[in-house]
C-alpha cells in the first residue's frame, strides 16, 4: 500500500514529516517497506529551457541545442525528435548519475560535436518506461529550479506491508486514523455528503442467488450518471496516481483508482449504452468466459461470483471488470456499481484465475461494509465534479450485513497478557480514538467499529493497545527458571541422534542435509516410488517423492561431487524416511556413504569403500549412538539396492537395526557414479531404549589374576559356512572360561580341497578361581574342537 | 701360580677383542663351559690336599668370577654397540606424510540447532518433536486458519497425493504443529523448543522449498509478552555471543498468535561482513507473541487459566547471519569444499562450561 506525504495529509492535520510517520507506522504494526523522496533522488536534475534546437552537422537523427540552466547556456546533443526551441526540459548536468540507465553522465563528443548534459526522458529517471522523447514540462516551469518540484514528485511516498488482518489500513483514510490514534495528529472529518439524484435509474441492480449462507454478495448498490464526458482526470489526481505507481486513464477509471487508494472501497463504472438491461451479482455458470479489463479470456467457475446484465456476464465479481462494457473516450452515460462481497470467494476466485488487482487486495482482506453507500456518493460527487451529467437515484439490492458484536473486555487483561500497565482510561481512549464504541467502567462493553472484521476478543483488544502505545514499552521481564542448575532436556532417542552425528564426523565424515523429496525413479530403486509418497504439487519433477531411503539423496550428492572432479568423498546425513505419505509413518535414520578410491598413499593406508569397511564404521555409529557395545550379529539378507553378496543386516527379531554394504552395480550406475560405493544404514529408532536403572552405580568389578590362555585351532568347513556359525559353536562350549573368540586367518585355495576354507580362530581362556592345568585345557581344547566339527561338519585342519 | 696368572691375563685379552656376541659366547664356553680351561682349573681342586686347596681355592674361584665378569661386561658393550648399529640404519624420514588424519564436519544447521538448544535449555526449554508429514487440522486449523483463511494461501503448501483411505496430508509449512501436538499431550506449565524441517513450495535465490525453523511455546498461568521479549533478548545476545544486541519489536499478525509481534536485530551491514550489536540496519530474525485463545482452546489448554507466548526463527537464517554465510541453496547441496569451509569440526559441541563456538 503506496502513499504519498500530500495525500495523508489530506486526512491527517500533522506536522511530522516523512520520517517520523515512518517510524511511528512501523511501530503500531504498519510495517514500512520504504520512503521514496523523488526531490531527493533527483536533486542533480534541474528545469531548463530549449534556446534553439539545430540539426546536428554530422548526423540528421541527432539535433544540436543550446539550453539555457539558469546559471549559463550549454551546448547539448539531443537525439529526441521533440526537443525544440523554446521547451522546458528536465536537465542533467554532467557527473549526474542517470538512474534510469544506471550511468554517469560525461562530458562527451556525440559524432564530432561536444555534449554538455542531458535532456531526460521519463525512462531515465525511472518515472516510468517512456522513452519516445524528451519529458515536456509545463512552460510556466522556473528555469533553475528543481525538476523534482516542477514534475510534481516533491512529495515523499511511503510503501508499507499491510499484513492481511488489516483491511482498514488499504485506505489513506485507515492509515491516517491509526497515525491520529497513536499521537501524530488529528483526524480530518472525511464524511461523504449524499448527492441527490434527479431521476429513477434507468438500471436496475438484483442480487441472483439461492438460499444459503454466507451470502456470496450481500449488497449491491448502484446509480446512473448519464451526459457525462470523460476526459483526462484533473492535474491533482494525475499527479496522486502517479506517485503511487499507477497510470492516468480516464477521469471515470481514475476516480475508482482514487476511491479505492483513499477510502479502501473499490467501485466499478459501467458504459451503460454497452448493458443489456439491467445487472444482478450471480454465480458463474462452470465454463462461462469473460474478456476482463486486462484484455485476457477468463473461463469461471460456479464458486465465482460474476455481474451479468440481461445477456452475458460482463465481470469477475469483486476480482476485474470486464473489457467490452469498460468505459472509454466516448463513453457519455454509466452506471457505478459499489457492492459487497464474501471475502472467501474473492480470494478463491482471484486465486484460481491468477488475477492480483486492487480490487481483490481489498475485497480478500474485507471492506467497510458501511461504506458501500457512502462510497458510491464519493464517486458520484467526483464524476459529476469532472465529468459533468446529472446523476439518477440510488437503486440498492440487499443492504448492509449486521456487523456488530459487542466483546466483555477486562482492561486488567492487557497487563496480564502484555505485562504492560495502561490506565482504563487510557485503554478507552486509544479505543475510541481507533473508532470503537465503549461503554461502562471496570468491565468494558467493547463494539469494534465497521471497518475492523478482525476484532473478535479480548486478545484482539490487548492488541490494539499495545502496538498503539508501542512494544517498545514493554520491559523485559526474567522468567522464573524451574531449577537451579539446568537439566538435560533431551529424550533419549534424541541424544542418539546428537552422538550418532559427532561419531560420524570425528570418523571423517561430511554432515549433509537434502531435501525430503527426490525424484520417482531415484525412489523407485529403493523400494519407494509408489503413489502414497507422491506430492500432489512438486516444485519440480525430479522433487516429486518422498524418499524411502536416505541415500538416493547421499548418491546425487556423491554424483554431484565426482562431477566436480572430487575423489574420495565420504558423506552422511541423519533424518527422515518415509514409508508412505501419512503423519507418523517415518523414522529416523543415520546413513553413510564412502565412495571413490582413498587419495594414493606411499603406506597404501586409506579408506576403502568396501563392505568391511562399511560394516565397521556403521558398527562404531550404532554403538556410539547405542551407548553400549553391539553384540548383534551381522547376517546376509540386505536389501535390493546393496551388492547381494556383499552386504548385510543387523537384526534384533523382526527389527531391522542397520544394513552395510557395497553398493548394487546397477544402482550405482543408475547414479553415473564412478569407482566403488559402500554404504550403511542405521534405523536410530529401533536402538532399544537404555534400561532405567535407579542407581547411577556400576556393579562391582570383577576380574581374575589368574593367568589366560591362548589356543590357536584351525578348521576346514564347506565354503558357505559363516564364520558366525564356528564363533558361536566354540564360545558355547564354556560361557563362563572362554573369555574370546577371534579369527584370525581366512583361506581358500591351494591346499583346501575346491568349495571348502579354512577358518583359523583363537579362543582365550580366562580362568577364574585357579590356573588352569594342561591338562584341562586339553580337555577343553578338545571339547572345541568337537563343538565346532558338529556344528559345521569341518574338521580340525591338519 | 703362573698358570692361572698367565690364564687370566690371556683370558682378559681375548675377551676384550672379542669383536661380536658369536665369539664373545665360544670364548665363554672356552673358558667357563664345561670342558673349558677356568672349568678344568676347578676340576683340579678336587685332587688337592686341603692346605693347598686353601690356597688355589680362592684363587681359581677369583678367576672363574673376574672371567665371568668380564665376559659379562663385554657382552653388555657388544649389545649396546649392536644396537646402536641395528638403530643406525633403522632411520626413517619422519617428513613423510602419515596416514591421513581423517576430518569430518558437522553441518551449520545442526551447528546452529545444537547452539539454540543448549541456550534454550538453560533456560528450561524442553525439546519436542513431530513428524514432517502433517494433517491440515494440525499445521492449519488448529492454528486458527480454517479453510479458505487467507493467511493459508501464503504458506506455499506442498500437499500429498491423496491416501487411499482417502486423507490428504501435507508436508508442514511450519514446526508450529508440535506446539499443537504437545498442547494436545501434555498438561501446563509447557516449555518447549520445536527445531526441524519445514517445506514451502517457493525455489529462488533466497528460498529453498525445504527449510529449518525452531519454534519455542511457553504455557503457564502468568507468562505475558515481557518474558517474551526477554527469552528472545537472552537467546540472541548467547546467540551472536555480544554483550548487547538492539532488538526492535514490531506489531505484526499471524493467525495462531495475538498479540503477535515480529523481531528485528541491530547490525550493521556496511562492511563485508555482518556486525550485530552496532549499526542502524535492522535484521528480522523472529516472528512470535501471545498463543491465541482459539488455539489454546482447540488444543485442549482453558484460555481462561492459562496462556503463554510462541515463537519461530529460521535455522539456516541464523546461520547465515552468525557465520557469514552468503546464500541458502549451497548448504543442502553438499559440495564437499563447502561443507569442510562452513561444517564445523566433531568436537566443537557447543556446551554451557565450553562456550557455543570457538
Given at each position: 500500500m503506496k502513499f504519498s506525504l500530500s495525500w495523508l495529509k489530506d486526512h491527517l492535520d500533522t506536522t511530522a514529516d516523512a520520517g517520523t510517520i515512518a517510524e511511528k507506522l512501523t511501530s503500531i504494526g504498519l510495517e514500512v517497506e520504504s520512503v521514496e523522496d523523488k526531490a531527493k533522488s533527483l536533486a542533480a536534475f534541474t528545469v531548463a529551457r530549449v534556446v534553439s534546437a539545430e540539426t546536428h552537422p554530422n548526423a540528421d537523427r541527432l539535433k544540436l541545442c543550446m539550453v539555457d540552466t539558469g546559471k549559463e547556456t550549454v551546448q547539448v546533443v539531443c537525439g529526441a525528435p521533440n526537443a525544440r526551441a523554446d521547451l522546458k526540459v528536465v536537465f542533467a548536468p554532467p557527473e549526474t548519475f542517470i538512474p534510469g540507465s544506471n550511468m554517469v553522465l560525461k562530458i562527451a563528443a556525440i559524432r564530432g560535436v561536444e555534449s554538455r548534459g542531458m535532456m531526460c526522458s521519463e525512462r531515465e529517471l525511472e518515472l516510468s518506461t517512456e522513452h519516445d522523447g524528451i519529458i515536456e514540462l509545463n512552460a510556466d516551469a522556473v528555469v533553475g529550479s528543481p525538476a523534482a518540484e516542477a514534475l510534481g514528485l516533491n512529495d515523499p511516498v511511503i510503501d508499507v506491508a499491510i499484513t492481511p488482518n488489516r483491511s482498514d489500513c488499504t485506505s489513506v483514510y485507515g492509515i491516517a486514523r491509526d497515525l491520529a490514534a497513536a499521537g501524530l495528529g488529528t483526524l480530518k472529518d472525511a464524511r461523504v455528503a449524499p448527492v441527490k439524484g434527479g431521476y429513477p435509474s434507468p438500471i436496475t441492480t438484483a442480487l441472483d442467488f439461492a438460499a444459503g449462507t454466507p451470502i456470496p454478495a450481500p449488497m449491491f448498490a448502484g446509480r446512473y450518471v448519464r451526459g457525462v464526458k470523460n476526459d483526462p482526470s484533473p492535474d491533482w489526481v494525475q499527479k496522486r496516481l502517479k506517485a503511487i505507481g499507477l497510470r492516468p486513464i480516464s477521469a471515470l477509471v481514475d476516480v475508482t483508482n482514487l476511491i479505492a487508494h483513499d477510502r479502501g472501497r473499490p467501485l466499478h463504472v459501467f458504459d451503460a449504452a454497452k448493458l443489456k438491461g439491467n445487472i444482478r451479482a450471480r454465480l458463474a455458470r462452470d465454463g462461462e468466459t469473460v474478456k476482463a479489463l486486462d484484455g485476457r479470456d477468463y473461463t469461471l467457475d460456479a464458486d465465482m461470483i460474476v455481474i451479468a446484465d440481461d445477456a452475458a456476464a460482463r465481470g469477475i465479481a469483486g476480482v476485474m471488470g470486464g473489457e467490452d462494457t469498460g468505459c472509454t473516450e466516448a463513453t457519455t452515460d454509466v452506471f457505478i456499481e459499489s457492492a459487497l462481497f464474501d471475502p472467501a470467494r474473492i480470494a478463491r476466485a482471484g486465486r484460481k484465475l491468477g488475477i492480483m488487482s486492487d480490487a481483490r487486495y481489498r475485497f480478500e482482506r474485507g471492506v467497510d461494509p458501511e461504506f458501500v453507500l457512502p462510497g458510491l456518493e464519493l464517486a458520484t460527487k467526483l464524476i459529476l465534479e469532472f465529468c459533468g451529467g446529472e446523476a439518477s437515484e440510488v437503486v440498492i439490492a440487499g443492504g448492509v450485513p449486521e456487523w456488530r458484536r459487542a466483546i466483555a473486555f477486562d482492561p486488567a487483561r492487557v497487563a496480564r497478557l502484555s505485562g504492560l500497565n495502561v490506565s482504563e482510561s487510557e485503554i478507552i481512549r486509544i479505543l475510541k480514538a481507533l473508532g470503537f464504541a465503549v461503554e461502562g467502567t471496570g468491565q468494558l462493553r467493547v463494539t469494534p467499529p465497521s471497518w475492523r472484521s478482525d476484532i473478535h476478543g479480548q486478545a484482539d483488544l490487548v492488541e490494539e493497545i499495545v502496538r498503539i502505545r508501542g512494544l517498545a514499552e514493554i520491559v523485559a521481564t526474567p522468567m522464573p527458571h524451574p531449577h537451579a542448575v539446568a537439566r538435560s532436556v533431551l529424550t533419549p532417542a534424541q541424544r542418539r541422534v546428537g552422538t550418532a552425528r559427532r561419531a560420524l564426523a570425528a570418523r571423517g565424515f561430511h554432515e549433509a542435509v537434502h531435501f525430503s523429496f527426490i525424484s520417482r525413479a531415484q525412489a523407485a530403486h529403493f523400494g519407494g516410488g509408489d503413489d502414497s509418497r507422491q506430492l500432489e504439487n512438486p516444485i519440480s519433477a525430479d522433487l516429486d517423492a518422498l524418499r524411502p531411503s536416505l541415500l538416493p539423496s547421499l548418491l546425487a550428492a556423491i554424483q554431484r561431487n565426482q562431477a566436480r572432479g572430487a575423489a574420495q568423498v565420504t558423506l552422511f546425513e541423519i533424518g527422515a524416511q518415509f514409508a508412505s505419505g501419512k503423519p507418523g509413518d517415518q523414522t529416523n535414520v543415520a546413513a553413510g556413504v564412502i565412495a571413490g578410491e582413498p587419495p594414493r598413499h606411499w603406506t597404501k593406508a586409506g579408506i576403502r569403500a568396501d563392505v568391511m569397511t562399511a560394516k565397521s564404521e556403521m558398527l562404531a555409529t550404532l554403538e556410539a549412538a547405542w551407548g553400549q557395545e553391539v553384540t548383534v550379529p551381522a547376517q546376509a539378507g540386505a536389501p535390493a539396492w546393496y551388492h547381494p553378496g556383499r552386504s548385510g543386516v543387523l537384526a534384533m527379531g523382526p527389527k531391522h537395526l542397520a544394513y552395510f554394504g557395497e553398493l548394487h552395480p546397477r544402482i550405482a550406475a543408475a547414479f553415473d557414479l564412478k569407482g566403488p560405493v559402500s554404504a550403511f544404514e542405521i534405523f536410530l529408532d529401533a536402538i532399544p531404549e537404555p534400561k532405567t536403572r535407579g542407581t547411577k552405580t556400576r556393579p562391582p568389578l570383577e576380574i581374575s589374576d589368574f593367568p589366560a590362555v591362548e589356543r590357536d585351532f584351525a578348521f576346514v568347513v564347506d565354503a558357505k559356512t559363516t564364520a558366525?556359525?564356528?564363533?558361536?559353536?566354540?564360545?558355547?562350549?564354556?560361557?563362563?572360561?572362554?573369555?574370546?573368540?577371534?579369527?584370525?586367518?581366512?583361506?581358500?585355495?591351494?591346499?583346501?580341497?575346491?568349495?571348502?576354507?579354512?577358518?583359523a580362530i583363537a579362543v582365550r581362556l580366562q580362568p577364574k578361581a585357579k590356573t588352569l592345568t594342561e591338562a584341562e585345557i586339553e580337555a577343553i581344547a578338545q571339547k572345541i574342537v568337537a563343538a565346532v566339527t558338529k556344528a559345521t561338519g569341518g574338521t580340525l585342519r591338519a | 701360580m703362573t698358570d692361572i696368572a698367565s690364564l687370566e691375563r690371556e683370558l682378559t685379552e681375548r675377551i676384550a677383542a672379542a669383536g661380536d656376541e658369536p665369539a664373545l659366547e665360544s670364548l665363554r664356553v672356552a673358558a667357563l663351559g664345561k670342558k673349558g680351561s677356568v672349568s678344568e682349573l676347578l676340576k683340579t681342586l678336587g685332587g688337592l690336599s686341603p692346605d693347598e686347596r686353601k690356597i688355589q681355592g680362592p684363587l681359581i674361584n677369583g678367576l672363574r668370577d673376574r672371567v665371568a665378569e668380564a665376559i659379562a661386561t663385554r657382552k653388555t658393550a657388544l649389545e649396546a654397540g649392536a644396537l646402536d648399529a641395528r638403530l643406525a640404519q633403522e632411520r626413517v624420514d619422519v617428513t613423510?606424510?602419515?596416514?591421513?588424519?581423517?576430518?569430518?564436519?558437522?553441518?551449520?544447521?545442526?551447528?546452529?540447532?545444537?547452539?539454540?538448544?543448549?541456550?534454550?535449555?538453560?533456560?528450561?526449554?524442553?525439546?519436542?518433536?513431530?513428524?514432517?508429514?502433517?494433517?491440515?487440522?494440525?499445521?492449519?486449523?488448529?492454528?486458527?486458519?480454517?479453510?479458505?483463511?487467507?493467511?493459508?494461501?501464503?504458506?506455499?503448501?506442498?500437499?500429498?497425493?491423496?491416501?487411499?483411505?482417502?486423507?490428504?496430508?501435507?508436508?508442514?509449512?511450519?514446526?508450529?504443529?508440535?506446539?499443537?501436538?504437545?498442547?494436545?499431550?501434555?498438561?501446563?506449565?509447557?516449555?518447549?523448543?520445536?527445531?526441524?524441517?519445514?517445506?514451502?513450495?517457493?525455489?529462488?535465490?533466497?528460498?529453498?522449498?525445504?527449510?529449518?525453523?525452531?519454534?519455542?511455546?511457553?504455557?503457564?498461568?502468568?507468562?505475558?509478552?515481557?518474558?517474551?521479549?526477554?527469552?528472545?533478548?537472552?537467546?540472541?545476545?548467547?546467540?551472536?555471543?555480544?554483550?548487547?544486541?538492539?532488538?526492535?519489536?514490531?506489531?505484526?499478525?499471524?493467525?495462531?498468535?495475538?498479540?503477535?509481534?515480529?523481531?528485528?536485530?541491530?547490525?550493521?551491514?556496511?562492511?563485508?561482513?555482518?556486525?550485530?550489536?552496532?549499526?542502524?540496519?535492522?535484521?528480522?530474525?523472529?516472528?512470535?507473541?501471545?498463543?491465541?485463545?482459539?488455539?489454546?482452546?482447540?488444543?485442549?489448554?482453558?484460555?481462561?487459566?492459562?496462556?503463554?507466548?510462541?515463537?519461530?526463527?529460521?535455522?539456516?537464517?541464523?546461520?547465515?547471519?552468525?557465520?557469514?554465510?552468503?546464500?541458502?541453496?549451497?548448504?543442502?547441496?553438499?559440495?564437499?569444499?563447502?561443507?569442510?569451509?562452513?561444517?564445523?569440526?566433531?568436537?566443537?559441541?557447543?556446551?554451557?562450561?565450553?562456550?557455543?563456538?570457538?
Amino acid at each position: 500500500m503506496k502513499f504519498s506525504l500530500s495525500w495523508l495529509k489530506d486526512h491527517l492535520d500533522t506536522t511530522a514529516d516523512a520520517g517520523t510517520i515512518a517510524e511511528k507506522l512501523t511501530s503500531i504494526g504498519l510495517e514500512v517497506e520504504s520512503v521514496e523522496d523523488k526531490a531527493k533522488s533527483l536533486a542533480a536534475f534541474t528545469v531548463a529551457r530549449v534556446v534553439s534546437a539545430e540539426t546536428h552537422p554530422n548526423a540528421d537523427r541527432l539535433k544540436l541545442c543550446m539550453v539555457d540552466t539558469g546559471k549559463e547556456t550549454v551546448q547539448v546533443v539531443c537525439g529526441a525528435p521533440n526537443a525544440r526551441a523554446d521547451l522546458k526540459v528536465v536537465f542533467a548536468p554532467p557527473e549526474t548519475f542517470i538512474p534510469g540507465s544506471n550511468m554517469v553522465l560525461k562530458i562527451a563528443a556525440i559524432r564530432g560535436v561536444e555534449s554538455r548534459g542531458m535532456m531526460c526522458s521519463e525512462r531515465e529517471l525511472e518515472l516510468s518506461t517512456e522513452h519516445d522523447g524528451i519529458i515536456e514540462l509545463n512552460a510556466d516551469a522556473v528555469v533553475g529550479s528543481p525538476a523534482a518540484e516542477a514534475l510534481g514528485l516533491n512529495d515523499p511516498v511511503i510503501d508499507v506491508a499491510i499484513t492481511p488482518n488489516r483491511s482498514d489500513c488499504t485506505s489513506v483514510y485507515g492509515i491516517a486514523r491509526d497515525l491520529a490514534a497513536a499521537g501524530l495528529g488529528t483526524l480530518k472529518d472525511a464524511r461523504v455528503a449524499p448527492v441527490k439524484g434527479g431521476y429513477p435509474s434507468p438500471i436496475t441492480t438484483a442480487l441472483d442467488f439461492a438460499a444459503g449462507t454466507p451470502i456470496p454478495a450481500p449488497m449491491f448498490a448502484g446509480r446512473y450518471v448519464r451526459g457525462v464526458k470523460n476526459d483526462p482526470s484533473p492535474d491533482w489526481v494525475q499527479k496522486r496516481l502517479k506517485a503511487i505507481g499507477l497510470r492516468p486513464i480516464s477521469a471515470l477509471v481514475d476516480v475508482t483508482n482514487l476511491i479505492a487508494h483513499d477510502r479502501g472501497r473499490p467501485l466499478h463504472v459501467f458504459d451503460a449504452a454497452k448493458l443489456k438491461g439491467n445487472i444482478r451479482a450471480r454465480l458463474a455458470r462452470d465454463g462461462e468466459t469473460v474478456k476482463a479489463l486486462d484484455g485476457r479470456d477468463y473461463t469461471l467457475d460456479a464458486d465465482m461470483i460474476v455481474i451479468a446484465d440481461d445477456a452475458a456476464a460482463r465481470g469477475i465479481a469483486g476480482v476485474m471488470g470486464g473489457e467490452d462494457t469498460g468505459c472509454t473516450e466516448a463513453t457519455t452515460d454509466v452506471f457505478i456499481e459499489s457492492a459487497l462481497f464474501d471475502p472467501a470467494r474473492i480470494a478463491r476466485a482471484g486465486r484460481k484465475l491468477g488475477i492480483m488487482s486492487d480490487a481483490r487486495y481489498r475485497f480478500e482482506r474485507g471492506v467497510d461494509p458501511e461504506f458501500v453507500l457512502p462510497g458510491l456518493e464519493l464517486a458520484t460527487k467526483l464524476i459529476l465534479e469532472f465529468c459533468g451529467g446529472e446523476a439518477s437515484e440510488v437503486v440498492i439490492a440487499g443492504g448492509v450485513p449486521e456487523w456488530r458484536r459487542a466483546i466483555a473486555f477486562d482492561p486488567a487483561r492487557v497487563a496480564r497478557l502484555s505485562g504492560l500497565n495502561v490506565s482504563e482510561s487510557e485503554i478507552i481512549r486509544i479505543l475510541k480514538a481507533l473508532g470503537f464504541a465503549v461503554e461502562g467502567t471496570g468491565q468494558l462493553r467493547v463494539t469494534p467499529p465497521s471497518w475492523r472484521s478482525d476484532i473478535h476478543g479480548q486478545a484482539d483488544l490487548v492488541e490494539e493497545i499495545v502496538r498503539i502505545r508501542g512494544l517498545a514499552e514493554i520491559v523485559a521481564t526474567p522468567m522464573p527458571h524451574p531449577h537451579a542448575v539446568a537439566r538435560s532436556v533431551l529424550t533419549p532417542a534424541q541424544r542418539r541422534v546428537g552422538t550418532a552425528r559427532r561419531a560420524l564426523a570425528a570418523r571423517g565424515f561430511h554432515e549433509a542435509v537434502h531435501f525430503s523429496f527426490i525424484s520417482r525413479a531415484q525412489a523407485a530403486h529403493f523400494g519407494g516410488g509408489d503413489d502414497s509418497r507422491q506430492l500432489e504439487n512438486p516444485i519440480s519433477a525430479d522433487l516429486d517423492a518422498l524418499r524411502p531411503s536416505l541415500l538416493p539423496s547421499l548418491l546425487a550428492a556423491i554424483q554431484r561431487n565426482q562431477a566436480r572432479g572430487a575423489a574420495q568423498v565420504t558423506l552422511f546425513e541423519i533424518g527422515a524416511q518415509f514409508a508412505s505419505g501419512k503423519p507418523g509413518d517415518q523414522t529416523n535414520v543415520a546413513a553413510g556413504v564412502i565412495a571413490g578410491e582413498p587419495p594414493r598413499h606411499w603406506t597404501k593406508a586409506g579408506i576403502r569403500a568396501d563392505v568391511m569397511t562399511a560394516k565397521s564404521e556403521m558398527l562404531a555409529t550404532l554403538e556410539a549412538a547405542w551407548g553400549q557395545e553391539v553384540t548383534v550379529p551381522a547376517q546376509a539378507g540386505a536389501p535390493a539396492w546393496y551388492h547381494p553378496g556383499r552386504s548385510g543386516v543387523l537384526a534384533m527379531g523382526p527389527k531391522h537395526l542397520a544394513y552395510f554394504g557395497e553398493l548394487h552395480p546397477r544402482i550405482a550406475a543408475a547414479f553415473d557414479l564412478k569407482g566403488p560405493v559402500s554404504a550403511f544404514e542405521i534405523f536410530l529408532d529401533a536402538i532399544p531404549e537404555p534400561k532405567t536403572r535407579g542407581t547411577k552405580t556400576r556393579p562391582p568389578l570383577e576380574i581374575s589374576d589368574f593367568p589366560a590362555v591362548e589356543r590357536d585351532f584351525a578348521f576346514v568347513v564347506d565354503a558357505k559356512t559363516t564364520a558366525d556359525a564356528i564363533v558361536r559353536a566354540a564360545r558355547g562350549v564354556d560361557r563362563q572360561l572362554i573369555e574370546r573368540v577371534g579369527i584370525f586367518d581366512v583361506y581358500e585355495g591351494k591346499g583346501v580341497p575346491e568349495g571348502k576354507k579354512s577358518l583359523a580362530i583363537a579362543v582365550r581362556l580366562q580362568p577364574k578361581a585357579k590356573t588352569l592345568t594342561e591338562a584341562e585345557i586339553e580337555a577343553i581344547a578338545q571339547k572345541i574342537v568337537a563343538a565346532v566339527t558338529k556344528a559345521t561338519g569341518g574338521t580340525l585342519r591338519a | 701360580m703362573t698358570d692361572i696368572a698367565s690364564l687370566e691375563r690371556e683370558l682378559t685379552e681375548r675377551i676384550a677383542a672379542a669383536g661380536d656376541e658369536p665369539a664373545l659366547e665360544s670364548l665363554r664356553v672356552a673358558a667357563l663351559g664345561k670342558k673349558g680351561s677356568v672349568s678344568e682349573l676347578l676340576k683340579t681342586l678336587g685332587g688337592l690336599s686341603p692346605d693347598e686347596r686353601k690356597i688355589q681355592g680362592p684363587l681359581i674361584n677369583g678367576l672363574r668370577d673376574r672371567v665371568a665378569e668380564a665376559i659379562a661386561t663385554r657382552k653388555t658393550a657388544l649389545e649396546a654397540g649392536a644396537l646402536d648399529a641395528r638403530l643406525a640404519q633403522e632411520r626413517v624420514d619422519v617428513t613423510l606424510p602419515a596416514p591421513e588424519i581423517v576430518r569430518g564436519t558437522i553441518h551449520p544447521v545442526s551447528q546452529v540447532q545444537s547452539e539454540v538448544t543448549l541456550i534454550l535449555a538453560d533456560l528450561g526449554f524442553a525439546v519436542a518433536e513431530g513428524p514432517d508429514v502433517e494433517s491440515d487440522d494440525y499445521n492449519f486449523t488448529r492454528l486458527n486458519m480454517p479453510a479458505d483463511h487467507p493467511a493459508r494461501q501464503m504458506h506455499d503448501t506442498f500437499y500429498m497425493k491423496p491416501q487411499a483411505d482417502g486423507t490428504r496430508s501435507l508436508l508442514r509449512t511450519h514446526t508450529s504443529p508440535v506446539q499443537v501436538r504437545t498442547m494436545l499431550s501434555q498438561k501446563p506449565p509447557i516449555r518447549i523448543i520445536a527445531p526441524g524441517r519445514t517445506y514451502r513450495c517457493d525455489s529462488d535465490a533466497t528460498h529453498s522449498p525445504m527449510f529449518h525453523q525452531v519454534e519455542g511455546l511457553v504455557i503457564d498461568e502468568h507468562t505475558h509478552l515481557g518474558y517474551l521479549k526477554w527469552v528472545l533478548e537472552e537467546l540472541c545476545k548467547a546467540f551472536f555471543e555480544v554483550p548487547n544486541v538492539g532488538m526492535r519489536f514490531r506489531p505484526s499478525h499471524f493467525p495462531f498468535t495475538e498479540p503477535s509481534l515480529e523481531v528485528d536485530i541491530q547490525c550493521d551491514r556496511s562492511g563485508a561482513q555482518i556486525k550485530f550489536g552496532e549499526g542502524k540496519d535492522w535484521l528480522e530474525i523472529a516472528g512470535a507473541g501471545m498463543v491465541h485463545p482459539r488455539v489454546l482452546e482447540m488444543c485442549g489448554v482453558d484460555p481462561e487459566i492459562y496462556q503463554g507466548f510462541a515463537f519461530g526463527m529460521g535455522i539456516d537464517r541464523l546461520a547465515m547471519l552468525k557465520y557469514g554465510i552468503p546464500d541458502l541453496r549451497p548448504f543442502f547441496d553438499s559440495d564437499v569444499r563447502w561443507l569442510r569451509h562452513y561444517g564445523f569440526g566433531a568436537f566443537d559441541a557447543p556446551s554451557i562450561d565450553g562456550g557455543l563456538s570457538r
